[in-house]
């Protein structure tokens, strides 16, 4: 598939991506964070190289849209303060995300390997 979204991801079980084609142009908030669905791409494979179980669709249309995604992070967030909730994962996993990123750019702009 073609990666229209950011978070489309790649493990060493599978994959998902987001199918829906985009809906709108570039500026539009809701396009950025609204789909219709996820495929789900299994990586097992038999002893003849074959997949072992189909790709599955997930169907996502029921989510919130971009005003209802931030309205929910903020309430996340207001419990982490009210209830002193310990968001050091949290932290540790954005800048872990960001390592990841910096060393994807530094391999695209040098052609070279980059280890975390």
Do not use: W
């Not at 199918?19 to 495929?39: R, Y």
């Not at 029921?62 to 992070?73: A, F, N, T």
């Not at 310990?86 to 990841?100: F, K, Q, T, W, Y």
């Amino acid at each position: 598939e073609t990666a229209f979204f950011v978070k489309d991801v790649i493990g060493p079980k599978g994959c998902v991506s987001i199918i829906d084609e985009a809906k709108g142009d570039s500026d539009d908030v809701d396009s950025h964070s609204k789909t219709g669905a996820l495929k789900l791409h299994h990586s097992a494979l038999d002893k003849n190289g074959n997949f072992t179980k189909p790709d599955e669709i997930i169907d996502t249309s029921d989510e919130p849209d971009h005003d209802g995604l931030c309205l929910l992070e903020q309430e996340y967030f207001l419990r982490t303060i009210v209830d002193n909730l310990d968001m050091n994962s949290h932290l540790s996993d954005a800048v872990n995300s960001l390592r990841i990123v910096l060393a994807a750019d530094e391999s695209y702009r040098t052609g070279k390997t980059v280890f975390l």
